[in-house]
């Protein structure tokens, strides 16, 4: 995406507060991300257990598949625990991210204006919906780790959603900084980097 956003800043620059914000999600984000990767990847619970059981082969142990995926749990469950903790970071950063608006920081953007161009339109319509689903993604979170156990299967399948509209956005999301940067926006990662001065009324993104 441009500089443009779903959040606007009416200064000239990004502040302090927006950059910690804003690279506070971006590496919680990517480390979440990291995590549900390696749960489906190297350290999923069957993969996991394959390595195991050749292992304790060759020391004559031999144990039930269910408990070779029982033990294989065990190990990945450092690694989730991690998932869990970055989920609360970004509950605590994403309820100040919308707390500002209150305190005439990046105030809401309606997408709807008529005065605002189709682009900007479909930029905040984006940002909307990515909120919307982040929300969600937080809220089931939150069931599945402190709710009762009879709901927390049922909200899992919603949660494990978050993988797809995650990876999306954040392709989406490089994808228009990047071009915004070679070529109508030059400088604007460095600005984000800084919160340097420019030019032009800058509108903060996440």
């Not at 689903?133 to 089931?140: D, Q, R, Y």
Request: hydrophobic residues 45%; aromatic residues 14%; proline residues 3%.
């Amino acid at each position: 995406m441009t500089s443009k956003s779903f959040f606007i800043n009416t200064e000239k620059e990004y502040s302090a507060v927006y950059r910690i914000l804003h690279w506070g999600l971006a590496i919680s984000f990517i480390l979440l991300l990291l995590t549900i990767f390696l749960r489906m990847t190297w350290l999923n619970r069957d993969n996991v257990a394959a390595i195991i059981k050749p292992f304790l082969a060759e020391k004559e142990i031999v144990i039930p598949q269910e408990e070779l995926i029982t033990l294989a749990k065990q190990i990945r469950k450092p690694m989730w625990i991690w998932h869990t903790y970055l989920g609360y970071v970004i509950t605590f950063l994403f309820v100040i991210r919308l707390s500002l608006p209150f305190f005439g920081k990046m105030k809401f953007q309606n997408p709807f204006n008529k005065t605002i161009s189709g682009k900007e339109r479909f930029q905040y319509l984006v940002y909307i919906i990515f909120y919307l689903c982040v929300s969600i993604s937080l809220i089931t979170g939150l069931i599945i780790d402190l709710g009762p156990k009879d709901l927390r299967k049922e909200v899992e399948s919603i949660h494990k959603l978050s993988i797809y509209y995650l990876g999306a956005y954040l392709i989406f999301h490089l994808g228009g900084v990047l071009i915004a940067e070679f070529t109508n926006q030059k400088g604007l990662i460095s600005k984000i980097i800084s919160g340097g001065n420019s030019t032009n009324k800058n509108k903060e993104v996440l």
